[in-house]
């Protein structure tokens, strides 16, 4: 038999499920004719299909070697490297693939979800476009499409592309709840709810449907569903912090009766300061009763000496050794718990206090300013899925440092806190940032002002939980504990919140808050 003749029998093993059969063959033919690259490729595919990845990977770059022009070859490297993490090789893979063939809408719609998720946000869109437009009948492409244009804020192009998923595919429930979330973006709530429900509908375990729509039914005050809903956040996935594991039960609310409980941190330091507002409530139902327990409260490092100060709380550092304990829950699992609705929101402040010491350190340095002592934070974390839309550094906080009567501190930390070191213009800022070492450190520096002005980040919180006066610019489309049209919280006091007129645009909010600044420091 000879190489054409054992190809065709290989390839017919391999099409009836033969595998074994196939893989000898193909293996035989290599070894017999090393420069046949069909013979070699198929193996690739059989030891990619059985999970044998170094060899297929290696198979494929073989067959590359002896046809550099094997589309199909580049093609297999291309998706085995998706499946192995690979994107940047994978990206490579494809790149070659269509100067081959330029036309090949799937193999562009791959390339652009790897692009992206290289953070290659420019070329992916313009590779999604392509797809799109050689594929216009194709609704994971029009999806995928959009998803790109979302991120770009691109908002109404994006909703086009949902909308034309949908009429392509109207059991695609991926492309409802990406309209859900573009339509939320617009600022259209209602819509974006109606969007999520028709998407869990169609599929009822799509736990990123349930969680958005929780999100946008609290943002809506609808606490009751919406806390129910928010449990979805761990099917989801997409958490900073995944869901713990333990042996202990998890706490479902009921009497503790002396039982040892565990809070344990999760997702970001705004969303473990805004919480723990109920630890000390817990401590409080445990006290008087027999065998009463204080609660145990497990949190990140520069939160700690900072949370150790809460009331019938130990903390101790996430990483380390934790204490006995019978029962534990997350920390944003409380409010569902507490039954918290908009009216019962626990808003007691301060809950968290400085160290004594350490503010009368802190004071030192700030007793030279004169006037309003106003410390400015102008960015969150880079790595916040919402970070382009609420962060916007430093240089609009200029024209408030031209303002009579108004002393500006950075008390920015982060990777944008070297902006303090030269500010735009040369405009006069105390930096701190340097010497801040975690929260306790910031908590006591605000004890020494007179107001925090910052944008949507933990430092929001940490000035709202200590009872300091706090002015927040928060987005178009806000995060949910923000709520919608109103300037207050009802979580913080003391915090009043200045928005954006419309996406992605800061001038009407840093309008009004220059002119309450301004009458502010006048008075």
């Known amino acids: 038999m000879n190489i054409q003749q054992a190809f065709a029998s290989a390839l017919k093993f391999q099409q009836s499920g033969k595998t074994e059969e196939a893989a000898r063959l193909y293996g035989e033919i290599a070894a017999a004719d090393p420069q046949f690259a069909p013979a070699v490729n198929n193996l690739g595919l059989l030891r990619a ?255 700690l000496p900072l949370l150790r100060r809460l009331p019938g709380t130990i903390a101790v550092e996430t990483g380390g050794p934790l204490p006995d304990f019978d029962v534990q829950i997350p920390v944003l699992s409380l409010p569902a718990l507490f039954g918290t609705r908009l009216e019962t929101v626990p808003a007691r402040v301060p809950y968290l206090t400085a160290e004594p010491d350490l503010v009368a350190r802190w004071g030192e340095r700030l007793r030279g300013l004169e006037g309003l002592k106003v410390g400015i934070v102008w960015a969150g974390s880079p790595t916040h899925g919402n970070d382009r839309n609420r962060s916007i550094g430093l240089a609009p906080f200029a024209r408030l440092a031209l303002l009579p009567g108004v002393s500006l501190v950075s008390i920015q930390k982060g990777p944008t806190e070297g902006q303090a070191a030269t500010p735009p213009g040369g405009f006069p800022l105390l930096n701190l940032s340097p010497d801040i070492r975690d929260f306790a450190d910031t908590a006591a520096i605000m004890a020494n002002l007179d107001l925090v002005v910052c944008v949507d980040t933990s430092v929001a919180h940490l000035a709202g939980a200590l009872g300091v006066p706090v002015w927040v610019m928060v987005p178009f489309a806000p995060d949910w504990r923000w709520m919608l049209d109103r300037e207050d919280s009802p979580w913080y006091p003391t915090m009043r919140l200045f928005r954006q007129d419309r996406p992605g645009s800061w001038d009407g909010a840093l309008d009004r808050l220059e002119h309450a600044l301004r009458s502010r420091a006048a008075g």
């Open 49 to 303: 299909d059985a999970g044998r990845d170094a060899e297929a990977v290696a198979l494929f770059r073989r067959t590359l070697g002896l046809a550099p022009g094997s589309l199909n070859g580049w093609i297999n490297l291309g998706a085995l490297l998706v499946r192995l993490g690979r994107p940047e090789e994978a990206v490579r893979a494809y790149s070659a693939a269509i100067r081959l063939k330029p036309d090949q809408p799937a193999v562009l719609n791959q390339m652009g979800i790897q692009l992206e998720r290289l953070k290659r946000a420019d070329e992916a869109r313009d590779v999604l476009a392509r797809a799109a437009a050689l594929a216009p009948d194709d609704a994971e492409i029009a999806n995928n499409h959009g998803a790109l244009l979302r991120m770009a804020h691109r908002l109404n192009e994006a909703v086009v592309c949902f909308r034309r998923a949908i009429a392509l595919n109207p059991q695609y429930a991926g492309a409802y709840s990406n309209l859900g979330s573009a339509v939320k973006d617009r600022g259209a709530f209602w819509e974006a709810l109606l969007a999520f429900r028709r998407a869990t509908r169609l599929d009822p375990d799509f736990a990123g449907a349930h969680w958005n729509e929780s999100l946008v039914r609290l943002l809506l005050g609808d606490f009751i569903q919406g806390w129910r809903g928010y449990e979805w956040r761990w099917k989801h996935g997409r958490l900073p912090s995944p869901q713990r594991s333990f042996v202990q039960p998890r706490w479902d609310g009921s009497p503790l009766k002396g039982r040892r409980l565990l809070v344990y941190w999760e997702q970001g330091f705004g969303d473990v300061l805004q919480f723990v507002r109920y630890l000390p409530l817990l401590a409080q139902a445990t006290v008087g009763m027999a065998g009463g327990q204080p609660v145990y409260l497990e949190c990140q490092r520069v939160l």
